[in-house]
């Protein structure tokens, strides 16, 4: 079974500018969340998709957006880059909820300059 | 809301020496699980806890559940210079989970 990719791998980005993160789940998983990572603050929980609907949303600015698609995959958004908005972008998938066993993505490191 | 709390930060043991992590939590938890994320990768499952006092092996590594389901535990014992990376908790209560900051672990040959 092929696991959860994500697209693209690395990215540079200016500030201001916008960038759109596509990660595709196991199949068979519905549930998809997406974490940021940083050295100084670990894994922070941005929000988790299940059937197309946000199901939680961690604690982020609006700039961060996600969506599913019918299909299970997502996309996150962030709209006006900030510095500090450079870090490991992980996907995760799960069967059913974020509360059983995750499957994460390779990740997508994204540096905005 | 939930606070997990996770320690120690890091870690540095000589080959051979036994490791343990601690996770914490302000509130009873549903379940626990446990991941590792070697340097460079990506955060990988380890194991889910659910029931009060259980305790689960896998070779080297013990994974406890507290009594009152607010903390658990992850031993090694004889590390190995492969266990090294970043051992994350991930608490969840009512359908909320957390992770925890993680424990880096470096391993000295």
């Known amino acids: 079974k092929a696991g959860v990719t994500q697209t693209p791998r690395y990215l540079i980005k200016t500030r201001g500018q916008q960038v759109t993160l596509s990660c595709s789940p196991i199949s068979g998983h519905r549930s998809v969340s997406w974490y940021q990572q940083t050295p100084g603050q670990g894994l922070q929980f941005l929000f988790e998709y299940f059937s197309e609907t946000q199901r939680n949303k961690g604690n982020f600015p609006g700039r961060f957006s996600g969506r599913q698609f019918s299909n299970s995959r997502s996309e996150m958004n962030v709209s006006t880059l900030e510095l500090g908005d450079s870090a490991l972008y992980l996907c995760a998938s799960s069967l059913a909820t974020a509360t059983y066993e995750q499957y994460f993505g390779p990740g997508t490191r994204l540096t905005v300059t | 809301g939930q606070q997990v709390m996770q320690i120690p930060q890091y870690q540095h043991v000589q080959e051979g020496e036994d490791f343990t992590t601690y996770c914490n939590s302000s509130t009873t938890l549903s379940n626990i699980q446990w991941y590792k994320q070697r340097p460079g990768g990506h955060p990988v499952f380890l194991i889910q806890?659910?029931?009060?006092?259980e305790v689960k092996k896998q070779k080297r590594l013990t994974f406890q559940f507290g009594e009152a389901k607010k903390n658990s535990s992850l031993h090694i014992t004889a590390t190995q210079t492969t266990d090294v990376g970043t051992y994350f908790c991930?608490?969840?209560?009512?359908?909320?989970?957390?992770f925890g900051a993680g424990t880096r672990l470096t391993v000295k040959p």
């Open positions: 991930a608490a969840t209560n009512n359908n909320d989970m957390r």
């Open positions: 806890l659910v029931k009060s006092g």
